[in-house]
């Protein structure tokens, strides 16, 4: 599975960004998807994630209420979307796929896609 992000970019605090996540690979639906988030000077942590329905989510508390995770498995595309993003949200975005659930761990990684909020 191959992994395209894009959608990063500078917001200002209060803004909103949606960052996308284009796989490769026909099993695509089959895949617990996820984002994670690494921020400067921090390890790597899990952000959202969704079944391969689509009809399962969840979130890290800090985003709980401001992030939605979705995916369109006919095109085979991840989203989060972000809204009311905080200076605390700076970090580098990974989409991630085959995720196992509660575990977070990661069969599949993408490039990184940069998002950074100015206060």
């Known amino acids: 599975v191959q992994l395209q992000a894009s959608g990063g970019g500078l917001v200002q605090a209060g803004g909103s960004l949606r960052l996308s996540c284009a796989a490769s690979?026909?099993?695509?639906?089959?895949?617990?998807m996820g984002w994670f988030r690494q921020a400067p000077g921090k390890e790597r942590e899990f952000v959202a994630v969704?079944?391969?329905?689509?009809?399962?989510?969840q979130y890290v508390d800090s985003v709980k209420g401001r992030f939605t995770i979705s995916r369109d498995n006919a095109k085979t595309t991840v989203f989060l979307q972000m809204n009311s993003l905080k200076s605390e949200d700076t970090a580098m975005y990974y989409c991630?796929?085959?995720?196992?659930?509660?575990?977070?761990?990661?069969?599949?990684w993408g490039q990184g896609t940069l998002v950074t909020v100015s206060s």
């Open positions: 991630a796929a085959d995720v196992g659930w509660g575990t977070w761990r990661v069969a599949y």
């Open positions: 690979g026909r099993t695509f639906s089959n895949y617990n």
């Open positions: 969704i079944s391969g329905s689509g009809m399962t989510t």
